[in-house]
């Protein structure tokens, strides 16, 4: 019977495409890594991975013998991870990933309450403006919008993802009126790059009759992070377009209005990504419902819609 920290090692260097990203993942050094492989394959009489100074594949053997245990050692880790939770309750560490504002906005403040539930659990969060890879990147949850659902991913709705064009009163009293997206060219744009790509995504705009036309707001200035573009807007010296999860927190203030009320941008849904595990650890399903009935009580679906 081959060991779990043998057949652990090898799905983990086979996900990671290297021993040392393995190493790193289970918390091992790189030669005890290969070490286990190399033992397994011993056992096994045959090869799984064919090794090179500058990368690691796997063999036909070694494919099909992933398919055939991966799934089954992610059931029984959680297996282990649920009966070994703290007096029976949900414990082990928490590896979510959110975006920076949103996170702080947020989720930050429902810690307290969640550790008080939940005391046996470690958070672990990453604040961060860009898609994670949840399954090579070993993230236990994710809460943003526009991640891939690769195989073994699942995404739970929490509400629309809209952006708004914001700008200050101020700008807009010493500026050309704003009537129609028509008008937009005219205006200074404090516009945001993407994380993924590091460029200015086209965005188009709707209204409520299913008319179109595209953010055409001359590039004034660049920023990387949505919050950071509101203050430059607070100080009247353009027009943003951020999500709404950022922007009702400035509408709130009355600091920063909307431009072209009627007109929104959809970008899909935010939601909550976790892995289709058929055993969830614990820890990640009640992270999972007290997020859904935080954003329920706090009804942030209807907050965060352009259109409510």
């Given at each position: 019977?081959?060991?779990?920290?043998?057949?652990?090692?090898?799905?983990?260097?086979?996900?990671?495409?290297?021993?040392?990203?393995?190493?790193?993942?289970?918390?091992?050094?790189?030669?005890?890594?290969?070490?286990?492989?190399a033992?397994?394959?011993?056992?096994?009489?045959?090869?799984?991975?064919?090794?090179?100074?500058?990368?690691?594949?796997?063999?036909?053997?070694?494919?099909?013998?992933?398919?055939?245990v991966?799934?089954?050692?992610?059931?029984?880790?959680?297996?282990?991870?649920n009966?070994?939770?703290?007096?029976?309750?949900?414990?082990?560490?928490?590896?979510?990933?959110?975006?920076?504002?949103?996170?702080?906005?947020?989720?930050?403040?429902?810690?307290?309450?969640?550790?008080?539930?939940?005391?046996?659990?470690?958070?672990?969060?990453?604040?961060?403006?860009?898609?994670?890879?949840?399954?090579?990147?070993?993230?236990?949850?994710?809460?943003?919008?526009?991640?891939?659902?690769?195989?073994?991913?699942v995404?739970?709705?929490?509400?629309?993802?809209?952006?708004?064009?914001?700008?200050?009163?101020?700008?807009?009293?010493?500026?050309?009126?704003?009537?129609?997206?028509?008008?937009?060219?005219?205006?200074?744009?404090?516009?945001?790059?993407?994380?993924?790509?590091?460029?200015?995504?086209?965005?188009?705009?709707?209204?409520?009759?299913?008319?179109?036309?595209?953010?055409?707001?001359?590039?004034?200035?660049?920023?990387?992070?949505?919050n950071?573009?509101?203050?430059?807007?607070?100080?009247?010296?353009?027009?943003?377009?951020?999500?709404?999860?950022h922007?009702?927190?400035?509408?709130?203030?009355?600091?920063?209005?909307?431009?072209?009320?009627?007109?929104?941008?959809?970008?899909?849904m935010?939601?909550?990504?976790?892995?289709?595990?058929?055993?969830?650890?614990a820890?990640?399903?009640?992270?999972?419902?007290?997020?859904?009935?935080?954003?329920?009580?706090?009804?942030?679906?209807?907050?965060?819609?352009?259109?409510?």
């Amino acid at each position: 019977m081959e060991t779990m920290s043998s057949i652990e090692c090898f799905v983990a260097a086979a996900d990671a495409g290297s021993f040392s990203a393995a190493a790193r993942r289970l918390g091992l050094t790189s030669a005890a890594v290969g070490k286990n492989v190399a033992r397994l394959e011993g056992n096994l009489g045959v090869r799984l991975f064919h090794r090179s100074t500058r990368k690691l594949t796997m063999t036909e053997a070694g494919e099909r013998f992933l398919q055939e245990v991966g799934g089954g050692l992610e059931t029984i880790r959680n297996a282990v991870a649920n009966l070994a939770s703290a007096g029976g309750q949900p414990a082990g560490t928490l590896k979510v990933s959110m975006g920076t504002g949103f996170g702080r906005e947020y989720i930050v403040p429902l810690l307290g309450d969640f550790l008080q539930r939940y005391p046996g659990i470690s958070p672990d969060w990453h604040f961060d403006n860009r898609p994670v890879d949840l399954i090579s990147e070993s993230f236990d949850a994710a809460i943003g919008g526009g991640i891939e659902l690769s195989p073994g991913v699942v995404a739970r709705e929490l509400a629309p993802a809209h952006r708004v064009l914001l700008a200050s009163p101020a700008y807009l009293e010493a500026h050309p009126p704003l009537r129609t997206p028509a008008d937009l060219p005219q205006h200074d744009g404090i516009l945001i790059r993407s994380p993924q790509t590091g460029r200015i995504r086209p965005w188009t705009l709707r209204d409520r009759a299913g008319e179109q036309a595209p953010v055409a707001l001359k590039v004034k200035m660049t920023m990387n992070d949505p919050n950071v573009a509101c203050e430059i807007a607070e100080m009247g010296l353009g027009i943003t377009l951020v999500a709404m999860p950022h922007a009702v927190v400035y509408l709130a203030r009355g600091t920063l209005v909307r431009v072209l009320p009627d007109w929104y941008v959809d970008g899909g849904m935010l939601s909550l990504y976790f892995t289709a595990a058929r055993l969830l650890p614990a820890k990640t399903r009640v992270f999972v419902d007290f997020i859904v009935e935080h954003f329920r009580a706090q009804k942030l679906a209807e907050r965060f819609s352009a259109i409510a």
